[in-house]
């Protein structure tokens, strides 16, 4: 007896093969390879707060706009001591101020946290103060003023400690190296003592000409 071949149903079409994810870009935010946003800086000495915006270029390259404030601060009025015989003068309303604004640029060695650069950047002093000179019953006041600006380069070392998301803090330190200077007092003698003149003036020459540390403690900032 001839055997009977059996034939066996066909088992359709075979299922497909799962597809191969592609391979995840880099989170490169709004421009490819760049990451871009603003930051806010608590306490970077000598100002009182800041604000910039940052940008790093494939983690080898930071670049950052910034501006540091001490928003005008009052200084308690006191009596000239250096008055001359028979005149008492007064200085009263006091205020001071101080600004900044700064470009940097960083490299990130090893492209994560650590970076190192400089920034170049402009600061400014400003003072004023009402001085009132009494002699015979007879007052005389005016206000005197000073405005210190510098230019500066300042090396700077520093970290940025970034999140998925996008948010960063960061620290930087360094010193402001002056490059370039300029004073203006003006200061009127009848109702200052010569010797009030002249401290005004030192002031404002030593404000211009010293070195500041840069000391940016807590950076907060998010990279779009």
């Known amino acids: 007896m001839r055997p009977r071949l059996v034939r066996g ?17 880099p989170a490169t935010g709004l421009i490819p390879g ?13 100002a009182l707060f800041g604000v910039g915006l940052e940008a790093r270029i494939k983690d080898t390259v930071g670049l950052s706009v910034d501006y540091g404030l001490l928003p005008e601060l009052h200084v308690p009025s006191f009596s000239d001591s250096t008055s001359a015989p028979g005149v008492s003068n007064e200085i009263s309303n006091g ?12 490299w ?13 950047g402009i600061r400014t002093f400003k003072a004023s103060a009402t001085g009132t000179a009494t002699s015979s019953g007879l007052s005389v006041s005016g206000v ?20 998925s998301s996008g948010f960063f803090m960061g620290l930087d330190l360094g010193w402001q190296l002056v490059l370039s200077q300029k004073t203006s007092v003006d200061v009127p003698s009848d109702a200052f003592t010569t010797s ?12 211009a000409s010293t070195g500041l540390p840069v000391v940016s403690l807590l950076q907060l900032g998010w990279y779009l």
């Open 196 to 207: 009030k003149i002249q401290d005004y003036q030192d002031l404002a020459n030593k404000l």
């Open 34 to 46: 760049v990451r871009i946003g603003p930051k806010l800086s608590v306490l970077p000495a000598p």
């Open 144 to 163: 005197a003023s000073l405005r210190s600006t510098s230019t500066y380069l300042a090396p700077e070392l520093g970290w940025r400690w970034i999140w």
């Open 9 to 25: 149903r066909s088992a359709g079409p075979a299922p497909a093969a799962p597809a191969t994810p592609a391979a995840s870009a």
């Open 95 to 106: 205020r001071f101020s101080y600004q900044d604004l700064s470009f940097a640029a960083r």
């Open 108 to 120: 990130i060695p090893w492209g994560g946290s650590f970076h190192l650069g400089a920034a170049y």
